[in-house]
């Protein structure tokens, strides 16, 4: 079924899938679960309460659901989900979720996460993120699908990064960074949209300038937050084909916390 080299340790109560391998001196607790063709490279420590997907590769060193980082944390039974064909390179750690939260830190999808990448309590990061190396992302973090985050960048506890967002080498984020957005530096500033990113990913001419009068609204009429909100909101009637990024947007700015990124 599993093949764990005899050096391994699976601890009695942890739960693998078919074809699952688990590499030489590597460690596996009891309320571990991991799924069908999930491959533990060597010298790995896989614990806590962590569920893990499917057809994901972890090569060796990492450390995954570790106790979070936060002084609060008493013990309780939170948790690390990470579903399926993550491919997480050497040295990554990613920590249980706190009960201060929803208890769980959540890891999607096809996600490509790279060496020395911290992901803290409670973080939610999408699908198909990559995650540049040594990428920290603080506690509560959020980010959207198709994030893409360039290395030695840190993320402060609390930050949400929209979906198909592009951060530049060597970044401080400690504010909000809507959906589309190109950005680096710090302090943080907002250097376009992504249009390659879109381009990659099939946007067509339409939608693309549609973010692009987006990004126009919110970044360079000068406008307030609050006129540039309303200004977008019109789009979904002028421009029915991108309805659906208007309303990515739009979402994203109500749910902005930490102010956005301007």
């Known amino acids: 079924m599993a093949s764990i080299h005899p050096t391994a340790i699976v601890e009695r109560g942890a739960e693998l899938g078919e074809k699952v391998t688990v590499g030489a001196y590597s460690i596996v607790r009891s309320q571990v679960r991991i799924g069908e063709g999930t491959i533990i490279g ?46 997480v390179r050497e040295f990554c750690t990613f920590n249980l979720g706190t009960a201060q939260d929803a208890g769980v830190t959540r890891i999607g999808s096809d996600n490509w996460i790279m060496a020395y990448v911290h992901i803290a309590h409670d973080c939610q990061v999408g699908d198909r993120a990559t995650l540049a190396n040594n ?37 401080a984020v400690s504010q909000d960074v809507p959906p589309y957005m190109l950005v680096d530096g710090n302090p943080l500033a907002v250097r376009g949209f ?26 360079r009429e000068g406008k307030t937050l609050e006129q540039a909100k309303q200004a977008i909101e019109t789009l979904a009637t002028e421009q029915p084909h991108a309805a659906g990024d208007v309303a990515l947007m739009t979402a994203f700015l109500a749910g902005a916390t930490r102010g956005i990124a301007r």
């Open 42 to 87: 060597p010298h790995s420590v896989i614990e806590g309460r962590t569920t893990i997907g499917r057809d994901n590769r972890f090569f060796q060193f990492v450390s995954i659901g570790a106790v979070p980082q936060d002084k609060k944390y008493a013990g309780e039974p939170t948790e690390l989900v990470i579903g399926d064909r993550n491919m």
């Open 194 to 219: 992504n249009i390659e990113g879109l381009r990659r990913r099939g946007f067509d001419a339409p939608r693309i300038a549609a973010v692009k009068q987006m990004h126009r609204l919110l970044y």
């Open 135 to 171: 990428t920290t992302l603080g506690g509560h973090v959020q980010l959207g699908d198709w994030v893409t985050v360039g290395g030695l960048t840190g993320i402060h506890q609390f930050v949400k990064i929209g979906a198909h967002v592009m951060v530049g080498f060597g970044s």
